[in-house]
């Protein structure tokens, strides 16, 4: 049993508890003590019928203790001016940790769709991306685990106007299509096009003249269209081979230029007309453009900017215009045009499925999700909010529940310059470049470990250390907290990083290949691991299921990126103070395998979530 079966049975004693007292039914929340001469867990109830009934906490924490039948392992004290704690016996927590680990199912089958990384196919991916990806990723792999049927989308943005740039780069200003030789497609567009042709626009506004041309030929079946997607798709095998590299995968592609082929946009812009949502404007700075009535969401009649408009003048349609039938596509408010089939096999042997317009395979359900999480940064919480406004009105549905935006502060370069990471002023650090220097800091660490390591072997394990580095970073902060990217730090291989955590999983693993035995664990052997470090990892792999489950409900991958280092330095006490290996008592020799065992059982499964991999040796 482990802390978070322990939480439900408190609840359930408690409750006939208080109605053995003749107390009124309240909500009962069971919390975790800060110290352990308190007991592990505890209940402010007490407080709660105090208040109601006013009377003083103490007397009810007393009465309820006396009602509470007795429990085997559990003991409730009363504590002034009024808690209720209780106690679990340590040598049945030590066992029933030590033989059982469940990982909660919450979902019961709930489908959820979670749309993350969607970068822009004109660019590599760059840090502030891969914070978006190793957010989206975590999450999906948590909510997979927990019993979510989980179906991960990657945008694919391939008719705005970040393509037109490129295209006005290649078409207009001379750029060759083919970079120089060792160099990815998507670094080279991003890198020299993307950025050169933003710069040439001020000198030569005639190329932003190009742009509009482009920007309608993206929306037909043209010369320029079928170049957009060679060039596009020639960008996004790039990006995804980036994204395979941190240990991402996705289920679907979907593609913008589809949702216009299939005129995904007429239904949608129907029902707001009819709902007198969108409105065309006769005069102004915006005449000739259809809006977002200043009715709907949290609009601003007096500050619409090109995020409100949702047709140009040109009847070109803005990325608002697209983003609102895809989420209704996602919810299953809209009927499902598209046709799929196979685009690529992934590192996992997965198939990567795609939108398509043409005839397309047999598939697995995509759309129509019981809830749809959208993983974009902050500055788009406006146009987030304004989505789920329209469908709610469209639909007269309740939708705050159903659509999710997961925003996450920026990633910036710097503390002291505050610089934020922009693909158009090419201001950034690539991923590939990120991982590429932290492999070869750790290709170094790694052979003065292993002088005789075949050099291949080497590479693998510096390149894995280098992954958990980079996701461990990205994603231990909070959500709305920015992250400063800064090489030397990110280069550490000790202290709250995701190599540590990596040694502490190798540690274990070296005492279980040198002990060369399956420990048994009995209630003798479990009451001798008593000692204070040894209690508090027992009582920190107990918290295994409450740690996922609090990450699932709370959409917080964070959460486990703590509980990994907390275990990790707990267990790193244990093996500094509890010999195992030379323990000369055999019971407790066992003992305290048997903890080494659960330990990389539970560090195991918590890394797996975070997409971190965990070598057996560094």
């Not at 001020?202 to 509009?212: D, G, H, N, V």
């Not at 129907?270 to 102004?284: H, L, N, V």
């Not at 317009?357 to 146009?383: C, M, S, W, Y």
């Not at 990389?600 to 965990?614: H, N, W």
Request: glycine content about 6%; hydrophobic content about 40%; aromatic content about 8%.
């Amino acid at each position: 049993m482990t802390l978070r079966e322990y939480k439900k049975t408190i609840i359930q004693i408690l409750e006939k508890a208080i109605e053995k007292s003749g107390l009124p039914k309240v909500e009962l929340q069971v919390n975790e003590t800060t110290r352990p001469e308190f007991g592990q867990l505890y209940v402010n109830t007490p407080f709660t019928l105090g208040k109601i009934l006013r009377r003083r906490p103490i007397d009810i924490a007393l009465e309820l203790a006396g009602n509470i039948e007795p429990q085997e392992d559990l003991v409730a004290i009363p504590f002034q001016p009024g808690y209720l704690n209780f106690r679990i016996n340590g040598t049945q927590l030590a066992l029933k940790t030590l033989r059982e680990s469940i990982i909660p199912d919450l979902g019961k089958g709930e489908r959820v769709i979670i749309e993350h990384t969607s970068v822009n196919p004109n660019k590599a991916l760059h840090v502030g991306h891969g914070r978006n990806l190793v957010i989206g990723d975590s999450i999906a792999r948590i909510l997979n685990a927990t019993g979510h049927v989980t179906t991960v989308i990657n945008y694919v943005d391939d008719s705005g106007v970040q393509v037109a740039d490129i295209l006005v780069g290649f078409l207009y200003s001379g750029y060759p299509v083919w970079p120089s030789k060792g160099k990815k497609f998507d670094q080279y567009v991003g890198d020299e096009v993307y950025v050169g042709v933003n710069e040439q626009y001020s000198a030569t506004p005639s190329l932003e003249e190009k742009r509009k041309l482009i920007l309608q030929k993206l929306e037909g079946d043209n010369e320029i269209s079928r170049f957009a997607k060679e060039i596009t798709v020639r960008i996004l095998n790039d990006q995804l081979r980036t994204s395979w590299r941190l240990n991402a995968r996705y289920d679907l592609l979907a593609f913008e230029s589809e949702i216009i082929s299939l005129r995904l946009w007429d239904d949608i812009f129907r029902k707001m007309k009819s709902a007198r949502i969108a409105k065309y404007e006769e005069e102004g700075r915006l005449k000739g453009t259809w809006v977002i009535d200043q009715k709907t969401g949290s609009t601003d009649r007096k500050n619409v900017g090109d995020e409100k408009v949702l047709v140009r003048s040109d009847g070109t349609a803005t990325y608002i215009a697209k983003d609102i039938p895809f989420a209704a596509w996602k919810l299953g408010l809209t009927e499902d045009k598209f046709s799929y089939s196979s685009f690529s096999k992934q590192p996992d042997g997965s198939i990567l499925w795609r939108t398509s317009t043409k005839d397309g395979e047999d598939h697995p359900k995509f759309g129509g999700a019981n809830r749809v999480i959208t993983v974009i940064d902050v500055r788009q919480n406006n146009l987030q909010e304004i989505i789920r406004s329209v469908l709610e009105a469209v639909s007269t549905l309740s939708l705050r529940d159903r659509y999710i935006h997961l925003g996450y502060e920026v990633v910036i370069l710097s503390r002291e310059s505050g610089t934020k990471m922009s693909g158009r002023k090419g201001v950034y650090v690539n991923v590939d470049e990120a991982l590429n220097a932290i492999s070869q800091r750790a290709m170094i660490e790694t052979r003065k470990r292993n002088p005789g390591a075949r050099q291949e072997w080497v590479e693998s394990i510096a390149e894995k250390i280098a992954i958990a580095a980079l996701r461990y970073t990205l994603v231990k902060q909070d959500l709305d907290k920015v992250v400063v990217f800064d090489f030397a730090e990110s280069l550490r291989l000790d202290g709250e990083t995701g190599p540590y955590v990596q040694y502490s999983f190798a540690r274990a693993c070296r005492i279980i290949e040198k002990a060369g035995e399956e420990p048994i664990i009995s209630e003798k052997s479990a009451s001798l691991l008593n000692k204070e470090w040894e209690s508090s990892l027992i009582l920190s792999l107990a918290k295994l299921g409450l740690r996922i489950e609090e990450s699932a409900l709370n959409l917080s991958p964070k959460n486990l990126a703590k509980y990994t280092f907390f275990l990790s330095s707990q267990f790193n006490a244990f093996y500094e103070r509890s010999p195992v290996i030379q323990e000369q008592d055999e019971e407790l020799r066992n003992a305290r395998l048997a903890l080494v065992h659960r330990f990389k059982y539970s560090l195991g499964i918590v890394t797996s979530l975070l997409g971190i991999d965990t070598p057996e040796k560094i």
